[in-house]
T-cell receptor, first 111, second 115 residues
């Protein structure tokens, strides 16, 4: 069973920010939050990860709440190519036993 | 740069037949290697992982097996396929120096249909 909770699906207008939430209330102190996305019929693509500080890279921003029980992935200017399933997972960097991808959020970017 | 290859891209096999899926990685040494399966409309399930030649760990009991005969080669096999083995099989690699699930790179996948 997936240990994170994400909305099943979301829509976002092209050019607007897409905010994808994730609940991970059972996360431990040494576990990172990771986000991947999977475009239809392709392998997943790593997006970003973080421990407790907010993170930003060329693809997205990651906002982690102070209690670390939830996070939000932000795509600042969504494009049609961002239409994909987005997965939020967490685990320690050296732990194999908690690599569980849930069903994710299916994001549709609408023209 | 690093690249990961999987073949075949698609496969249709009868129930009870054997299976061999191959994954190779180029441009890196001693990678961590992973096999995942994705059933239709569901998330990814980690099947096997390997931290080195001949070292295989299984996450779930099943009729599948994995082998790593060379540093950058990972093979998924079955002696007799079941209908429930149908799915999208993904191989991934990660640099061991950067942790386990940090930034895995996935291959293009093999879509297996068992009839």
């Amino acid at each position: 069973d997936a240990k994170t909770t994400q909305p099943t699906s979301m829509d976002c207008a092209e050019g607007r920010a897409a905010n994808l939430p994730c609940n991970h209330s059972t996360i431990s102190g040494n576990e990172y939050v990771y986000w991947y996305r999977q475009i239809h019929s392709q392998g997943p693509q790593y997006i970003i990860h973080g421990l407790k500080n907010n993170e930003t890279n060329e693809m997205a921003s990651l906002i982690i709440t102070e209690d670390r029980k939830s996070s939000t992935l932000i795509l600042p200017h969504a494009t049609l190519r961002d239409t994909a399933v987005y997965y939020c997972i967490y685990g320690a960097q050296t732990s194999y036993d908690k690599v569980i991808f849930g069903p994710g959020t299916s994001l549709s970017v609408i023209p | 740069s690093q690249t990961i290859h999987q073949w075949p891209a698609t496969l249709v096999q009868p129930v009870g037949s054997p299976l061999s899926l191959e994954c190779t990685v180029e441009g890196t040494s001693n990678p961590n290697l992973y096999w995942y399966r994705q059933a239709a409309g569901r998330g990814l399930q980690l099947l096997f992982y390997s931290v080195g030649i001949g070292q295989i760990s299984s996450e779930v009991p099943q009729n599948l097996s994995a082998s790593r005969p060379q540093d950058r080669q990972f093979i998924l096999s079955s002696k007799k396929l079941l209908l429930s083995d149908s799915g999208f099989y993904l191989c991934a690699w990660a640099s061991p120096s950067r942790g386990v699930i940090n930034e895995q790179f996935f291959g293009p996948g093999t879509r297996l249909t068992v009839l």
